[in-house]
């Protein structure tokens, strides 16, 4: 229910997502400083080290270990714009990759941006020493308006506006279920949303008719009335194969030249939706 209409769900909210995209805020928050709150956390768990060195410790509090969970995914995606290469080289994210210790833990200092940036450019002595190639390339395209006495920015590159939202890392953290064709064509502009609920359900196999109840242990009178044979209610027999569906499908199909007789319910939708009308 929480995937994307086009993955097959409702597109509704979870309210683990929620929680972890308000972690993430959290996290967020605490980057970028300025408020007492943050002044707070950052004497009480990171006095002697990075916010991106620190481990959890059994000790802390429920909100700090919180927001350690969030760390990797806000880390990722908040990305220091420079202006005075204050930041950290090693533990901030201000080539876009992340943190690069968390690359190249073996050589990470505490040095910052502006210790390898010399005479309008970077320093291209120390950094091949560091770095592997592909490494050096990246930054190798990566400039800074050098500022005196600006501090660097933090944005976030989930938005083009570069700031933080909580739908925005909700985004992020829902996970990736791929777009099915099929209920892409469940949700039409101009349809009235209780046919698309209709649809969705038949495709889903939701509708409260017999076969359906008798797997959750509800079991009752099991015939169709609209057919000469009264065959069993099942849902493909009421929306596809009985006496009455086969009838309606034919009616509509007929003036556009094809035919999806003795298809499933999903095939003779896929039938329509591919098919191109003959006259």
């Not at 229910?1 to 683990?16: F, I, T, V, Y």
């Not at 210790?115 to 970077?122: C, I, L, Q, T, V």
């Not at 006495?149 to 939202?165: I, K, M, P, V």
């Not at 909700?170 to 064709?181: H, I, K, Q, T, Y």
Request: hydrophobic share 45%.
């Amino acid at each position: 229910l929480c995937q994307p209409k086009e993955a097959g769900g409702l597109a509704l909210r979870s309210l683990h997502t929620q929680v972890q995209a308000f972690s993430c805020k959290l996290w967020w928050r605490f980057r970028q400083g300025g408020s007492l709150w943050a002044d707070f956390m950052q004497t009480r768990y990171c006095s002697s080290a990075h916010p991106n060195q620190v481990q959890l410790k059994p000790s802390a509090s429920a909100t700090w270990k919180r927001m350690l969970q969030a760390r990797a995914l806000v880390e990722l995606h908040a990305v220091w714009d420079l202006r005075s290469g204050q930041v950290l080289f090693w533990w901030d994210n201000w080539l876009g990759v992340g943190p690069l210790a968390w690359q190249l833990p073996q050589s990470a200092g505490m040095e910052v941006v502006s210790d390898y940036w010399a005479e309008g450019g970077w320093d291209l002595g120390k950094l091949p020493r560091i770095l592997p190639v592909e490494m050096l390339e990246r930054i190798g395209s990566k400039f800074f308006c050098w500022k005196e006495g600006s501090n660097d920015e933090l944005s976030w590159s989930a938005t083009q506006s570069g700031r933080f939202t909580v739908s925005s890392a909700a985004e992020l953290l829902r996970s990736d279920a791929g777009v099915s064709w099929v209920f892409k064509h469940v949700w039409v502009a101009g349809l009235p949303i209780k046919f698309s609920c209709l649809v969705w359900r038949l495709l889903h196999y939701k509708l409260p008719v017999a076969d359906v109840l008798a797997k959750l242990t509800v079991h009752g009178p099991s015939r169709c009335y609209c057919c000469s044979e009264y065959n069993s209610e099942t849902l493909q027999h009421i929306f596809s194969l009985g006496d009455t569906p086969t009838a309606i499908w034919k009616l509509f199909e007929m003036p556009f030249g094809f035919s999806s007789l003795g298809r499933l319910v999903r095939d003779r939708c896929m039938c329509w939706w591919f098919s191109m009308p003959s006259n």
